[in-house]
Every structure is written in C-alpha cells, then in structure tokens.
C-alpha cells in the first residue's frame, strides 16, 4: 500500500472520530434542561493538550459501590491542573475517598466544579481566592481511594442548589462538556500550526526552485 493511500486511509479515520464525537456532543448537548434555560458550562480543558481519544463516559458506572458521577483523566503524577473557568475557589478539602479535592464555583455561582485525587495544591490557592480559566490549581496525584499506580483526575460538573452548598447539587456528565472543550483545544492548536508554518503558494514555490528542476515543481504545486 503507498504511502498516499495510507495517509488517505488515516485522514478517514480521523475525520470519522471527529464526526460521532461532535454527533455525541449535539445530542448529549440538546437535552431538556439546555431547552429549560440552563445550558451547560462552556469550560477549558483541566489539563493541557487534552484529547478526546483520552476521554472515557463513566458517569453511569458504578465506583466504589455508588454511581461514578464524574470522569476520570489520566495522567503522569504531577501534571499541572487548571482552573476550567473563572470564579473562585469555595472549598479546599481533604477527604477519604477524593483524597485531596478542590471545589471551584463559577462566577455567577450557577456551577460548581470538583477536582480530586490531588498529589498536591497550587501554592496561590486558598479558600475564597479568585482563579482565572487556565490558572494552575493544583496537581494530578493518587490521594484518596484512587490506585497509587494510577494518577489521575477525578474531575465533576455540579449545578448547585438554590443555597449553594458545595457539598450538594445536581451532577452533569462532564463527557461531552469536556468533549467539546478537547476539540475546541485541537482546532486551536491546528491553527496554530498551520499559521506557524503556512504551505507555501505554488507561484512561489516554482519562483524558489532553480530553473533545472520547474518541470518537478510545477507537477508538485499541480498536486
């Protein structure tokens, strides 16, 4: 097989991914209570380059012995956790199941969002301090009842209660709100790129190339 057909081969499977996850996003998305004026949060990525390939929807499964009502992201031990939106940080928290945890309100105090199994805070970080979408919180660790062999974050989307309770509130699958904000990353990042190390113009591809080697230019910039 050429290497033309593979690459062919490789751009359909990657457009065939993209296509169900933004298929996913629209239906999951499109739901009673977006219709009832409470759309869901429009956040960033809580670690960097995040891919969807890394996204797994566990909200329904069971864990521990109770319904997960989160998501797991796995990652190296000490990689930088960020502040999804802006707002300030309601609770910092150690607990026995989500080991070392943080609790962030938006700024309008509609969301509430949980980080846990933390190896460790960010030093700025302290109950009722502002953070700002990006701002390194804290850092992916195994506290809690997460395997030592396995770092991650433990990340959760609440809608809080009219008397805003950090502890308590309606849980949000966070799959497709994260989905989103990985393709988004991604989209971000390919224009980057691509405005980084733009493809040449056929015109001045042929005017950079000595006169001996046009023919093989010109069938390049054709192709």
Known sequence: MSSRIRNLLSSV??????????????????SPSE???NP????????DSLKTTELHDSFNETHH??????IDIMRPRGTPVRAVADGVIRKVF???????????????????????HLDHYADQIYEGG????????????STGDAS??????????????????????????PYPILLR????????GEEKDRSANPKPEPASLVRSCPRSFLPLALLASSG
Do not use: M, N
């Open 94 to 116: 150690i607990s026995r199941q989500g080991g070392l945890t943080i609790y962030e309100f938006d700024r309008e105090g509609v969301y509430c969002f949980y980080y846990a």
């Open 181 to 188: 904000a990985a393709s988004k990353e991604s989209a971000r």
């Open 148 to 173: 030592p062999d396995a770092p991650q974050l433990h990340f959760a989307i609440f809608r809080l209660r009219p008397d805003k309770s950090w502890w308590k509130g309606e849980a949000i699958d």
């Open 65 to 70: 012995g109770h319904r997960h009502e989160a």
């Open 13 to 30: 499977v990657t457009f065939s991914k993209g296509l169900i996850a933004t298929l996913y996003i629209c239906v999951v998305l499109s």
């Open 130 to 141: 502002p953070v700002a979408r990006g701002d390194v919180i804290g850092y992916v660790g």
């Open 35 to 37: 219709a009832a004026g």
């Open 40 to 47: 869901p949060p429009e956040i960033g990525a809580p670690v």
